[in-house]
């Protein structure tokens, strides 16, 4: 059995639909039963991993854990994994992310920090583990779904910054081949995911725009602006700012360069990001 965290977010869903395509016996964690509005056939229960209670029931019988520092962050993630050790679960497949780089820049970014504390909590349990180091998301671009909304202008210090988005469900198929493993293929291995080109932000927008039907383009904002922005209560202004300076370095090259590991993986091409905004056209609309 394979416990999914954060099973009704953008990559849980996902995964939980693939892994009971597979035949799998599923426990999808999420904090409201009632509204997570989840497959049947998953077994589904309720879990703040916020709380301070144990852990240790929600993995019984568990041979596997879908980690993601989405569910309820970083404390809540070491804990799980003390309780996976516990509950007897062999292995976990981290959610982990792309700006984890093995250097000590890791130690000068808030992603790469809290994701590379994330792997080392893991390795040192003693559990298989697979590390998926995805970035960066398509569904990123769902930040700029009021604005396209209401004017189609989406506001941006870096039009020209170039990402390589990866499909939610191209993270969620890997996810799903590490989970089921049977072979040890993936048994303590790190895959870099991503989409399976380079794109502006002016392109994406675009992409958008032909999906909805509807014209859409960027307009330059300042950095200061962007950041007060995207901060809020989770997410200190110091690291958006990080971050926004991070992506002003890709206007002339990607951060990241385009990896084939999803279809090494799943053996299909990872999906377009053309397709993924015809996926979500509806959020956009
Ligand atoms: N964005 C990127 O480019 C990027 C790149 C690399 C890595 N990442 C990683 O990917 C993560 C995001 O993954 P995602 O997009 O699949 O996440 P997501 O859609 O934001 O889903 C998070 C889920 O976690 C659950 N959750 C939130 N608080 C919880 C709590 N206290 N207890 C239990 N569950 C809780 C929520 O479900 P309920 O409301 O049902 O409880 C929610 O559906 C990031 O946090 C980061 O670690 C992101």
């Known amino acids: 059995?394979?416990?999914?965290?954060?099973?009704?977010?953008?990559?849980?869903?996902?995964?939980?639909?693939?892994?009971?395509?597979?035949?799998?016996?599923?426990?999808?964690?999420?904090?409201?039963?009632?509204?997570?509005?989840?497959?049947?056939?998953?077994e589904v229960v309720r879990a703040d991993l916020?709380?301070?209670?144990?852990?240790?029931?929600?993995?019984?019988?568990?041979?596997?854990?879908?980690l993601n520092l989405a569910a309820g962050g970083g404390e809540a993630a070491s804990r799980l994994i003390d309780a996976a050790a516990k509950?007897?679960?062999?292995?976990?497949?981290?959610?982990?992310?792309?700006?984890v780089t093995d250097t000590p820049a890791d130690e000068t970014n808030f992603i790469a920090r809290n994701h590379a504390a994330l792997e080392r909590a893991v390795r040192d349990s003693g559990l298989e583990w697979t590390f998926l180091r995805g970035g960066n998301y398509a569904t990123n671009a769902l930040n700029w779904a009021p604005a396209v909304r209401e004017s189609g202008v989406v506001r941006d210090p870096h039009p020209g910054a170039q990402g390589v988005?990866?499909?939610?469900?191209?993270?969620?198929?890997?996810?799903?081949?590490?989970?089921?493993?049977d072979t040890g293929t993936h048994r303590n291995q790190t895959y870099l995911l991503t989409g399976p080109e380079s794109?502006?932000?002016?392109?994406?927008?675009?992409?958008?725009?032909?999906?909805?039907?509807?014209?859409?383009?960027?307009?330059?904002?300042?950095?200061?602006?962007?950041?007060?922005?995207?901060?809020?209560?989770?997410?200190?202004?110091?690291?958006?700012?990080?971050?926004?300076?991070?992506?002003?370095?890709?206007?002339?090259?990607?951060?990241?360069?385009?990896?084939?590991?999803?279809?090494r993986l799943t053996g299909r091409p990872a999906r377009p990001f053309a397709q993924w905004a015809r996926d979500h056209a509806g959020d956009f609309s």
């Open 165 to 181: 988005p990866v499909h939610e469900a191209d993270l969620a198929d890997v996810a799903a081949v590490a989970l089921l493993d």
């Open 50 to 66: 916020g709380e301070e209670t144990d852990l240790t029931p929600l993995l019984t019988d568990a041979d596997a854990l879908f």
């Open 199 to 263: 794109l502006t932000n002016a392109q994406q927008v675009a992409a958008i725009g032909e999906a909805i039907g509807r014209p859409t383009r960027m307009e330059q904002i300042s950095e200061d602006e962007a950041a007060e922005a995207m901060s809020g209560p989770h997410f200190p202004i110091e690291a958006a700012r990080e971050l926004i300076r991070l992506f002003g370095e890709s206007v002339d090259a990607p951060l990241f360069p385009v990896s084939d590991a999803v279809e």
């Open 1 to 42: 059995m394979i416990v999914v965290t954060g099973a009704t977010g953008n990559i849980g869903r996902s995964l939980v639909a693939r892994l009971l395509e597979e035949g799998a016996v599923v426990r999808a964690l999420t904090r409201d039963p009632a509204r997570a509005g989840l497959p049947d056939r998953a």
């Open 87 to 99: 509950a007897g679960v062999r292995r976990i497949v981290l959610n982990s992310s792309l700006s």
